[in-house]
């Protein structure tokens, strides 16, 4: 498993990236597109009191032992599949022992959420609700009548 978590970016930014280099991070670490997981959490990069966000990231890759080999190769494409989403880049790597990564995988269901496997669920409530019944209506009027004498 190869976790890629990148810090300073916003979330639907890392989810784009994600889709953009996970074919080809696979095809060079020579994995299965499951095996690789990227991870946006919601933060800001400061430096020195002033927030940083989208002009200096920090991307952390945690990858197999094994896989080190292909590190300059792997920064390679990470660093310039960002592009100019980022101004500054900065990335880490590190490396654990396979003897210690646990996962419990549920089989009764898929591995990953994907648009092929939605299901659409259908809110009773909100179906039967009359139109205009429960929505938030617009105030046209003159919220200072009372203070114009």
Not at 124 to 147: H, L, R, S, W
């Amino acid at each position: 498993m190869i976790t890629i978590t990148i810090y300073g970016l916003d979330q639907f930014v890392v989810g784009r990236l994600s889709r953009e280099m996970t074919p080809n991070l696979a095809k060079l670490y020579e994995l299965s597109e499951d095996e690789i997981l990227f991870v946006a959490p919601e933060n800001m990069v400061f430096h020195c009191g002033v927030e940083q966000t989208s002009w200096n990231i920090i991307i952390h890759v945690n990858a197999p032992k094994k896989v080190s080999v292909l590190q300059d190769q792997v920064a390679k494409l990470i660093l310039e599949s960002i592009g100019d989403v980022a101004i500054n880049k900065s990335l880490e790597f590190y490396y654990y022992s396979e003897d210690n990564r646990y996962s419990k995988l549920n089989e009764s269901y898929p591995r990953f959420i994907a648009s092929d496997n939605l299901v659409d669920v259908a809110d009773e409530d909100y179906e039967e609700m009359e139109e205009g019944e429960g929505e938030d209506e617009i105030f046209t009027g003159d919220i200072f009548q009372n203070f114009h004498d």
